[in-house]
């Protein structure tokens, strides 16, 4: 006789939300290549360690804007009782090219000049935050083709998702895949069409005025008009020809921005004893995890 059972659905559903990342798992490893030489590693996190994500979101803020969005919604559905499940995804050995087909699509003329750079450059602080460069842009094709399979396995699952740069990006920081060039983050979840996508946060720290131009300011040809009288007038508001304004070039500080990240990393040492701690505390090692 089959055993009678009630289930409150969506405390069902989100409980298989790790059912739907090994999905996304098999069409990781399942993903065509076009190299067939890229080494995916993943990982998924769930629970309270993604509570130290978080205060690495925010720290790395100041080094990319898309930490504090990515952790504003982590946050708003974690807080709100659905916290997504995390799939990591990771690529090894992107910094190198054994292929010798001398596309020179990653700025080398061959790929022997890619990997004697990589012998001999010391990272900065921004590509150990962000991203281990340059890369062999064939095999970073190929991480991309792994991540598209992983998203769509989980679209067939009809579960919201969206592949990230940031949750990836403040994982490794914190030590998951650290031994990748490049992680990605796919939040699994919650249960609600366009999480990722529609940012309802947004409009609660943001006016109107506020969101217009900082996206004037960023994709500022899109308000962009005729730009034959040799100045870069954008349309910023409905009489913009009144109060007139333009869009110019102006250096970087690159040395300032490298110090900012240096900063970011030493402060993200400390989360990341403070994470460590805790799965030591809970008897879990991230040697031990196999990551596949």
């Not at 009630?6 to 990342?21: C, N, P, Q, S």
């Not at 925010?58 to 946050?75: C, D, E, K, M």
């Not at 001398?102 to 990589?118: I, M, P, Q, V, W």
């Not at 949750?167 to 069409?193: N, Q, R, T, W």
Request: hydrophobic share 45%; net charge negative.
């Amino acid at each position: 006789m089959t055993e009678m059972r009630i289930l409150d659905g969506e405390r069902f559903a989100h409980e298989k939300l790790l059912d739907v990342a090994a999905s996304c798992i098999h069409a990781i490893h399942k993903a065509p290549q076009v190299t067939g030489r890229v080494k995916v590693k993943t990982m998924v996190l769930t629970g309270k360690i993604l509570e130290y994500m978080f205060e690495a979101q925010a720290i790395l803020g100041r080094v990319a804007v898309f930490n504090i969005l990515s952790g504003a919604s982590w946050q708003r559905a974690y807080y709100a009782g659905e916290p997504p499940v995390l799939l990591l995804i990771g690529a090894e050995n992107i910094t190198r090219s054994e292929l010798n087909w001398d596309c020179g699509a990653c700025g080398f003329k061959t790929c022997s000049e890619l990997n004697r750079y990589h012998k001999e450059i010391k990272r900065g602080p921004v590509a150990e935050i962000m991203m281990h460069g340059p890369v062999c842009q064939w095999k970073l094709f190929d991480f991309g083709i792994v991540c598209d399979w992983a998203c769509a396995a989980c679209w067939q699952e009809n579960v919201t998702n969206r592949i990230e740069a940031a949750s990836g990006m403040c994982a490794k920081a914190l030590g998951f895949l650290e031994h990748c060039d490049v992680v990605y983050g796919l939040p699994i979840g919650p249960m609600k069409d366009m999480f990722w996508y529609s940012r309802e946060f947004i409009g609660e720290m943001m006016d109107h005025e506020m969101w217009l131009e900082h996206a004037q300011v960023n994709y500022g040809i899109q308000w962009a008009v005729f730009p034959g009288h040799g100045r870069p007038t954008i349309k910023h508001g409905q009489k913009w020809w009144e109060s007139q304004r333009e869009r110019m070039l102006k250096d970087f500080d690159h040395k300032g921005f490298e110090a900012i990240a240096a900063d970011c990393l030493a402060e993200i040492a400390g989360v990341r004893a403070r994470a460590m701690k805790f799965l030591e505390e809970h008897n879990i090692r991230l040697e031990s995890l196999g990551a596949e």
